[in-house]
Every structure is written in structure tokens, then in C-alpha cells.
């Protein structure tokens, strides 16, 4: 039987349904520059979500863990080899994503005989400013947007608009106020609604709310991860992790990493 | 999605995508006519002190009696508790030193742990082993000296390598280059006479640098003095790898070279 133009399409929805149905009830991921440094966060159980790709390179995501793997692997040879072959300075996010990562997922997408890879991923390069940093977020299907100073991706893009309007409602001046953002945005972006206001829109949770909802997702035993590329550090390394003593004074109750 | 395993092996991730680091500049056929020991114009020197290991270089860089550059940096980073100290052919070094970096920290991100400091070693000594062919015929061989601080033992260490890649653990010192020979009795003679260098401070470590530094230039014309830039001085504490302050080496050259003018007036 031949395989039709209308079949194609058809198969594209099916799997563009798949993949969103699969995504759902992801749980966020944020990103957010401030003076100091970049901040990756999200809330998870027991499997990272957010990892290094090289010296000025992160990347964080939601979906099947395996294809995480297999992507962050991918991200981390390509960016390792590029950066030996020429400078570390010359591995920037952009060919990462758009050369490297994205086609990839594309192909995957559109080959009907393959799965989808299920994730939505948030790839980040800090600059020595930032302004200069820049941050991409990948869909599925291939798709890719360029984002400056802060982007999330989420469940829904409905989700997704509310998590990003927060993050980026006022750029925060250090740690403290990018982690205290960062953690309400996420929470938008898990959040919910469910009625309307008069003119259509849902009432956003005010930042009482929004405690409430992390710390139902703590006593859950998910717990918060943060990472931390340090702008000016004099360090070789300028990814951290931020630990329990880091994020306790922002939390309801201890649910740190 | 092309993710062949490479466990965390940076050669084998370059290798497998037909790239082919630290190349041995072998030339075949030539004969080997300065082998391993051959003149590695310089001096470097690696000492422990209470904090960790105190790392000094001379400046120069030499091309048999042709003075190339004299502002060279021969005390390198490989990581934030990890330096390298290197003796030898430049080019080779840089390039190692450049693999070494992307080595380890490849396998951290992608094994999603630190590589053990036995690890480091044994990647450092298989780096040599890949310049070995050139190193024989006198091009391209170089001795680098490792200093770690160990954060399991919660001490600095220094080990040194043959152009082969054996190892070996040092207990105070560890010297390399032209200018190593000349001082190498010295320092063992700080040792004996004001005793063990981990038990200084890095002020007194320095000073007893800057000495012997000063006897390597004027023993061996391939170390460059003390009257153009000041040396490179780096630690590697507990708290990671520094670069030594000003200030603390215009002191140093002072309490060691007396009324001498530092260098740049510092």
C-alpha cells in the first residue's frame, strides 16, 4: 500500500500527540542570568536533570530520561571534540544546538518509523555579561527559540509563557533574588489553573500560593536542583551545583538537592 | 543520535571521529640522535609547603642558544586542583597540556564524576607514551611535573615523569629542566639544613625559591634571571589552584635577593 502525503501528516500528528501527552505533566525547568552568574533550576526525585555540557555550557530538560542520556552524551562529545580541534572559546550553545542537537531531533521526528525523542530541553551559555548570555530552548520536533537572560520550558506551552513572563518581569540583582524568581516562576510553571477571571484569563497563585504548591511537591519527596555557572570566577570550572545549605533559606521546608 | 560509548575516554571520543591528537612529529627514517635526557632549556621546580605545593618557573623560552621569549608561562592548570609544571619542547607540552585539560574534564561531564587523581596520572603518562616516537629523535619530548592537592588525604603532592611516562611520587621536591640539575643538590640541602618544605609557609617556600632560581640562571644560560619579569609562581591549596600575589612575590625576591631593584619596580 503506498504511503501517502495525507498518511505522512497523519503520522506527524500522532506522534506531535505522543510526545505532548508524554509531556505534559513534566515538571519545569528555568534558567535566569543575573550579575553573577546563570542559574539552572528545576525539582526532581532521584534522576539529575541538569548537567554540564562543557566550560560556559548547560543544559537542563524534561521528558524520557533515556533520551536525556543520549542527547546530553551527544551534546558533551560534540562540544569536547569541537573545543579540542579549535578553542574553548570558539564552542558556543548556538552550533551546538542548531548544528549539532537540533537536526537530529528533527530527523527523528519526521522518520516515520521512529520514536519521537521525548523531551524538551533548555540549552544555556553564560557570557561575560548578562547580555551576553544566551539560552535556547529545543522542542521535540526540532524546533529551536533563542532567548536572552532567562527562558523555561514546561509541560504546556501555556505554562511555558506564564513561567517565562515571570522569570522575566524584573531582572534580578544577585543570587538570592535570581533563585527567590526563579523558584515562583517554576512554580507557574507547574502550576494548574483552574478557573478564569472575569476577562477570561486564569488568576496567577500569589507568592504565598506558590509556597504552598513547592512545598506540596517537597513533602512528595521531590527535591530542588539548582546550578550555578559563576560569571568572573577565577576558577577552571565555573559550573556548580548549589547544595542543601545554598537553597534551604528560600525553601518551605528543607527539599534541597 | 551517534552516542557510541566511549566511557568517558577522551582519545578514543577524538579517534573515533578521525581526529589524531598529540601527532608525534616522528619523522621516519631519521635517526634517533637525541634521545631521552636531551637539553630541556629551562628551570621548574615544584615544593610543597604547609598549605599545599608551591609551583616557580623561570621565564624563558630557548631555541638552542637563541633566546626565543622571555615572558614564557611554563606553569599551567590542568584542572582546579591539578597543576602542571613542564620542561621540554613547548610545542608538544602546550598541545599535551591542552589534551590533558579536555581529558579530564570530558570525563567528568560525561561519566558524571571527577577522575580519580590516580586516573589523572595514569592519563598523563599515557600522553607521553603518544610523544615517545618524536621524543627519541629529539623532537617534541617534554617532562611535565604533576602537583595535586589530594582532597581524600587533605595534602599536596608531587609526582614526576620520565619521557617514557614512568612516574614517581615525590616527598618535598621535584625539579626539571637545564637548570634543575644545577639545583637539585641545593635544594635537597634546604631540606636537610631548614627543613622539610611542606613544613614552611609559603612566604618562606618562596624565598627559598627565588634563591635557588637565581643560582639556576647564573648556572645555566637556558634559565632566564631575575632582572626581567618576575617568575611564575602558582599554588594548588585546599581551596584550588592560584596564581601567587604580587605583593607576596616582591617580598619574596626582597627577602632573597636583597637590595636588588624587583623586576618592573614592584
Known sequence: ?257 | MKTASTNGDFLRLLQGQGITPLEAPSIQGLPAHNPAGSVHGTTVVAAKFRGGVLNISDRRATANNVILYDEADKVMALDDYTLVSIAGAYASAIEAVRFLKHSFRYYARSQLQELSLEGKLAEVSRVLGQSLAGALQGIGGFIPIISAFDRKAGAGRIFFYDIMGARFETREFGAAGSGSVQIKGALEYVVREKGPFHQMSLKKALKEMFVLLDIAASLDAATGGLAGLLPVAKVVTADGVAQVEEKLLADAYEAALGTRTPPGGA
Open chain 1, 1 to 257: 500500500m503506498a504511503y501517502t502525503a495525507y498518511d505522512w501528516q497523519q503520522t506527524l500528528a500522532e506522534k506531535a500527540d505522543y510526545a505532548e501527552s508524554r509531556l505534559h505533566h513534566g515538571l519545569p525547568v528555568v534558567a535566569l542570568s543575573y550579575p553573577q552568574g546563570l542559574l539552572l533550576l528545576t525539582l526532581r526525585k532521584n534522576q539529575q536533570k541538569i548537567f554540564e555540557v562543557y566550560d560556559r555550557l548547560v543544559l537542563g530538560a524534561l521528558g524520557n530520561p533515556s533520551d536525556l542520556e543520549a542527547v546530553r552524551q551527544f551534546a558533551v562529545d560534540f562540544a569536547h571534540a569541537e573545543g579540542y580541534q579549535r578553542s574553548t572559546e570558539d564552542v558556543s550553545i548556538q552550533r551546538v544546538v542548531s548544528f549539532a542537537v537540533s537536526p537530529v531531533f528533527k530527523r527523528a521526528f519526521s522518520d516515520p518509523r521512529r520514536m519521537p525523542i521525548v523531551l524538551k530541553s533548555l540549552f544555556a551559555q553564560l557570557g561575560e555579561t548578562p547580555d551576553e548570555d544566551v539560552l535556547f530552548t529545543l522542542n521535540y520536533d526540532g524546533e529551536f527559540d533563542r532567548h536572552s537572560s532567562a527562558a523555561c520550558v514546561a509541560g504546556t506551552a501555556e505554562a511555558q509563557r506564564r513561567a517565562l513572563e515571570a522569570l522575566e518581569e524584573k531582572p534580578p540583582s544577585n543570587q538570592k533574588a535570581a533563585l527567590e524568581r526563579a523558584l515562583y516562576a517554576w512554580t507557574l510553571g507547574r502550576w494548574e489553573p483552574e478557573g478564569e477571571s472575569d476577562n477570561g484569563k486564569p488568576v496567577l497563585p500569589t507568592q504565598a500560593q506558590a509556597k504552598e504548591i513547592l512545598e506540596e511537591h517537597l513533602k512528595d519527596g521531590f527535591r530542588v536542583e539548582a546550578t550555578v555557572l559563576q560569571r568572573g570566577t577565577l576558577r577552571e570550572r565555573k559550573f556548580i551545583r548549589l547544595d542543601r545549605d545554598d537553597l534551604s533559606p528560600f525553601l518551605p521546608k528543607a527539599g534541597a538537592a
